[in-house]
């Protein structure tokens, strides 16, 4: 019996309105499939569940989630596509909106109120969207992000290629990532970081050691050297963190990591607040964190960034970039016009 392939199960499973969710890891060849066979919403309060994980970025748990009980692996060759350049629209309210928020946080930075904000927005590209077309793009035009497409009936349909690991916990070690900063990718890989990328990075990097020496011995900790990380047609600084664990408690972890610094504030319920009370948007699953997870003592979980909602209009894409009082709030803009390039891309 010949075994169905990627596209079929993703069009079957599309247009029978089933819950079910396709995902690859990073520097990973295998596509993974979790499929309902309702279309019941299911949730979690806790991390302890075997199946893939959808959080909000403001209300983190409870959070959906599709089993694994039903389950499809695929060894996926992604069809060959060459990306074109492509220009985002500049819509002129959505900017001008944007840059007030930036000034805004500039101003609670130099209050003393904030260090750091990621500022937010959102994009919509109206049009008809082939799914399984743009999904397979994804996959083919970002071999190292967590790539995936979730749809649920009774829920939301997302996709996305994100570059940033909230944690893995793997065997008893736990790894994570401060990644933070932000340049267009050049072919030579030569990059010069301005003081503005590398406070940025830096704020990022000490807030989340701090957090994993608030869980764990200081010790413990490993940290990595700086290193610039590829993400698609971007770049960020990155440091590496580890930990060697055992018996922890992973919604405590959750608590302490979510939401990083690299997409909310410093400090953080400061920030929080900052966001609701400034952005004016529902950032929904953007900056929330996804992924698979076996149990509670071994998960992937990702921030969801590089990310969009399909709806029947189109896309609505989301994008966000880091504030500090050094920041040029016309860059900033430049920096999220760049960022819609992942996934636009890959139309």
């Known amino acids: 019996m010949i075994k169905p392939s990627l596209e079929e199960v993703f069009t079957q499973l599309l247009s029978a309105d089933q819950a079910f969710v396709f995902y690859r890891l990073p520097n990973e060849k295998t596509v993974h ?28 748990l409870p959070a959906v989630y599709i089993s694994n009980k039903n389950q499809l692996r695929f060894d996926y060759d992604p069809p060959n596509f060459i990306k074109k350049d492509v220009e985002v629209s500049i819509d002129l309210e959505n900017k001008e909106s944007f840059i007030n928020t930036v000034n805004e946080t500039k101003k609670a930075i130099t209050s003393g109120y904030l260090k750091k904000l990621v500022v937010a927005r959102k994009i919509n590209k109206k049009g008809e969207v ?27 349909t997302w996709l996305g290629a994100s570059p940033e690991q909230l944690f893995s916990l793997q065997s ?14 050049n072919p030579k890989d030569q990059y010069y970081w301005g003081n503005k990328e590398k406070k940025e990075q ?28 590829r993400a698609g047609n971007l770049v960020h600084l990155c440091n590496e963190l580890s930990v060697k664990v055992q018996n922890i408690d992973t ?3 959750l608590n302490k ?19 609701a009370k400034h952005e004016n948007l529902d950032r929904a699953f953007y900056t929330g964190f996804m992924g698979p997870v076996i ?26 970039a880091g504030i500090i009082l050094d920041s040029d709030p016309e860059k900033e803009w430049e920096e999220t016009q760049n960022k819609a390039k992942t996934l636009l891309a890959a139309l």
Not at 206 to 222: N, V
Not at 295 to 320: H, K, S, T, W
Request: charged share 20%.
């Open 33 to 60: 499939c979790h499929h309902q066979e309702d279309a019941l919403l299911t949730s979690t309060s806790n991390l302890n569940i075997r199946g893939f994980l959808m959080s909000r970025f403001d209300s983190p």
């Open 130 to 156: 082939d799914a399984l077309k743009l999904f397979t793009h994804l996959l083919g035009l970002y071999p190292q992000a967590m790539v995936y497409f979730w749809h649920h009936p009774r829920g939301e």
């Open 295 to 320: 149990g509670d003592d071994q998960m992937d979980l990702f921030v969801n960034l590089r990310c969009a909602q399909l709806i029947p209009e189109g896309l609505v894409l989301y994008v966000g």
């Open 172 to 185: 008893g070690r736990l790894t994570t990532m401060a990644l933070a900063g932000t340049l267009p990718y």
């Open 257 to 275: 990591l979510h939401p990083t610094p690299a997409v909310g504030g410093i400090p953080i319920e400061e920030g929080k607040r900052f966001i």
């Open 202 to 229: 830096a704020m990022v990097r000490d807030t989340l050691h701090a957090d994993l020496k608030a869980l764990f011995p200081s010790q413990a900790i490993h940290c990595s050297d700086i290193f610039t990380r």
């Open 251 to 253: 919604k405590a972890l």
